[in-house]
């Protein structure tokens, strides 16, 4: 059963148009939710949420996170077409005494001139 | 110039071959993991190490071995034991618990 599960797996969208994507997780320990780009390489690094209800921003990038009904939003405002990729979602938790981090399986976001 | 490197960046392979794929950081980073990426799906964690000389098993470890002798190294062997192993790996760094930074990847493909 997936522990990462993010929504929707693929979106289009027109340049200008503000995009809303999803990651809910279920773990026991929860430590960390991390989101990436990935684009036709290694993903890149966007936020990490540890705390509940604190919003991180990053020009047309926000995230928050919500740890009670455990999921978390990616919003990208004012949408350009270098913003299509892979957006993924990761969490990190404790578990059998070792450290560990599961991926969703992304979504995927094309952005139309 | 401080960052992740992977070699190589394309590797092919015959069936029964073991094939180890390199990674290198200069991050300072105790955390190393190897991910191996299929198409259409996300990131799926094959083995990562916290400290020198101690690897865990991620959740699709089998067919895989790692070493970590070195701080700044942790090669990942392929071996003939893994039966699908065409695809995209990912070598990744971090402070503990924290953000990962990724290499830039190799795609193995097996004739």
């Known amino acids: 059963e997936d522990k990462v599960v993010q929504s929707p797996l693929s979106l289009v969208v027109h340049e200008g148009d503000t995009v809303t994507l999803n990651c809910s997780y279920e773990v026991t320990n929860f430590r960390s939710l991390l989101w990436y780009k990935q684009e036709k390489k290694a993903p890149t690094f966007l936020f990490m949420l540890?705390?509940?209800?604190i919003e991180k921003k990053s020009g047309r990038l926000s995230s928050i996170l919500d740890k009670k009904e455990l999921f978390s939003i990616l919003n990208i405002t004012a949408t350009q077409t270098g913003d299509s990729a892979v957006y993924l979602c990761a969490v990190t938790y404790s578990g059998a005494g070792s450290y560990q981090l599961t991926f969703g399986k992304g979504t995927k976001l094309s952005v139309i001139p | 110039d401080g960052g992740i490197t992977q070699s190589p960046k394309y590797l092919f392979r015959k069936e029964g071959q073991n094939v180890t794929l390199s990674c290198e950081q200069n991050?300072?980073?105790?955390?190393m993991y190897w991910y191996r990426q299929d198409p259409g799906q996300g990131l799926r964690l094959i083995y990562y190490s916290q400290i020198v000389n101690d690897f865990q098993k991620g959740d699709i470890a089998e067919g895989y071995s790692v070493s970590r002798e070195k701080k700044e190294s942790f090669p990942l062997t392929v071996t003939s034991a893994q039966k699908n192993p065409t695809a995209f790996y990912l070598c990744?760094?971090?402070?503990?618990?924290?953000?990962?930074?990724f290499g830039p990847g190799t795609r193995l493909t097996v004739l």
């Open positions: 540890t705390s509940s209800g």
């Open positions: 990744a760094s971090s402070v503990a618990f924290s953000e990962q930074f």
């Open positions: 991050l300072n980073h105790d955390a």
